[in-house]
């Protein structure tokens, strides 16, 4: 899946984490690691509860930085 995501006017309700679910089973299912870059520092807790691990930054000049993360298949 090359994106998800939640409306903000529901975030809170637990539709992110089975969003997030369903692809990470799905990653497992066929034992593929999962990678994505997050711009919003705000949500990488949600994303280590999932597995996943920061690996480094990415920016570029002014630009807001990205946080790439891995989760390696279960």
């Known amino acids: 899946m090359p994106l998800i995501a ?7 309700q637990g539709l992110g984490t089975l969003l997030m679910k369903y692809a990470l089973q ?8 999962a990678y ?3 711009s919003n520092p705000e ?6 509860r999932h597995g996943f691990k920061a690996i480094g930054e990415i ?3 002014s630009s ?7 989760r390696t298949a279960c």
């Open 6 to 12: 939640v409306d903000p006017n529901w975030v809170g």
């Open 26 to 33: 799905r990653c497992d299912e066929q034992g593929i690691a």
């Open 36 to 38: 994505l870059e997050s």
């Open 43 to 48: 949500n990488i807790p949600f994303y280590q």
């Open 59 to 61: 920016q570029h000049g």
């Open 64 to 70: 807001p930085p990205l946080t790439p993360m891995l």
